[in-house]
């Protein structure tokens, strides 16, 4: 079954070159395990609550996938160019 990877990432005001780092080399760590970018940023219509940043959606073809990518060495290794300077939550959820 589907799987998706959300992340919802706080604005900055000044984007680190480590982040920018980052957004050159994630599509390298995502392509063994079939991951595609569905929403990379993009306009934010909040309709209900707050929403102050970024919405990011990968999708996969099972959790396997999803968990062995943000788990895989290439992942791990660029991770902290974004942990580091943005703030945010990262799920993995199973399609229906």
Avoid: C, N
């Amino acid at each position: 079954m589907t799987a998706y990877m959300l992340a919802h990432l706080r604005k900055v005001e000044e984007v680190h070159p480590d982040v920018l780092e980052y957004k050159e080399r994630v599509q390298a760590a995502l392509d063994p395990f079939s991951g595609r970018f569905i929403v990379r940023g993009g306009e934010v219509d909040v309709r209900e609550g707050e929403w102050p940043g970024d919405v990011i959606l990968v999708e996969f073809p099972s959790m396997r996938h999803a968990r062995d990518f943000y788990d895989s060495p290439a992942y791990q290794e660029i991770l902290p160019l974004r942990t580091k300077h943005l703030a945010g939550e990262l799920i993995i959820v199973e399609g229906v």
